[in-house]
């Protein structure tokens, strides 16, 4: 199981119905934003998550992490407080 701790920077997709969603969002480390995908009905454009999931590629969107589980935890940064409040 990966773990991946990041901030959503914006949601792509999200099923009001079954709360299935796509979003991206930004991680240290990484210089491009990163696709998740998984079942986040509550996830909204500023959050701060921490996923366990796995890293696979889809045919037709290609990286992607498939969070199994997620919750949402505050920054433990002043700058990722203050983009929480530039996002909201």
């Known amino acids: 199981m990966d773990h991946l701790h990041c901030v959503v920077e914006r949601i792509t ?10 979003i991206k969002c930004r991680a240290k480390g990484y210089s491009d934003l990163m696709t ?11 959050s701060v998550l921490t996923m366990e999931g796995q890293w696979r590629i889809d045919g037709k969107y290609g990286r992607q992490f498939s969070a199994e589980k997620w919750e949402e ?15 909201v």
């Open 13 to 22: 997709y999200q099923n009001a119905e079954n709360g299935f969603s796509v």
């Open 36 to 46: 998740v995908v998984g079942s986040m009905p509550d996830v909204h454009v500023g």
């Open 73 to 87: 935890t505050l920054p433990a940064t002043t700058y990722g407080i203050e983009n929480i409040w530039v996002a």
